[in-house]
């Protein structure tokens, strides 16, 4: 069974930086999926942020976090990473992680059946 959990949210002060880590199991290492990590505000649709091929690559990203935040894996303990510098108060959110047997990766969240629990990351100003 795929599960996935989320680590690493937390308080920040406007400019600064996290990094959030998904740690997943029940894909065996040489299978072929797709992870993306999405966030949702209260009152706001969930919306995809960036997205990973368990290649490490390609990699996608919202136009709201282009340039500020990086996604990337670590291969051998099966964890997602994704880095965020330069947070700003908009970026203040739930942060989910996902995963699916996904060709490419897509921020389309209806695409990724498997979801964790979620982290909070609250960017203060």
């Known amino acids: 069974q795929v599960q996935l959990m989320e680590s690493g949210g937390g308080s920040v002060q406007a400019g600064g930086s996290l990094r959030l880590s998904c740690a997943v199991s029940?894909?065996?290492?040489?299978?072929?999926?797709?992870i993306g990590w999405f966030r949702q505000a209260p009152g706001e649709e969930r919306e995809g942020v960036a997205a990973?091929?368990?290649?490490?690559?390609?990699?996608i990203y919202a136009d709201s976090v282009e340039g500020r935040f990086t996604i990337f894996r670590d291969n051998h303990m099966m964890t997602i990473y994704l880095q965020m510098n330069s947070l700003k108060p908009e970026d203040t959110a739930m942060y989910y992680c996902?995963?699916?047997?996904?060709?490419?990766?897509?921020?389309?969240?209806?695409?990724?059946?498997?979801w964790g629990q979620g982290t909070q990351v609250t960017v203060s100003s």
């Open positions: 996902a995963c699916d047997s996904l060709v490419r990766p897509v921020l389309d969240r209806w695409s990724y059946n498997y």
């Open positions: 029940g894909y065996s290492p040489s299978s072929w999926y797709s």
């Open positions: 990973i091929s368990s290649a490490g690559y390609p990699t």
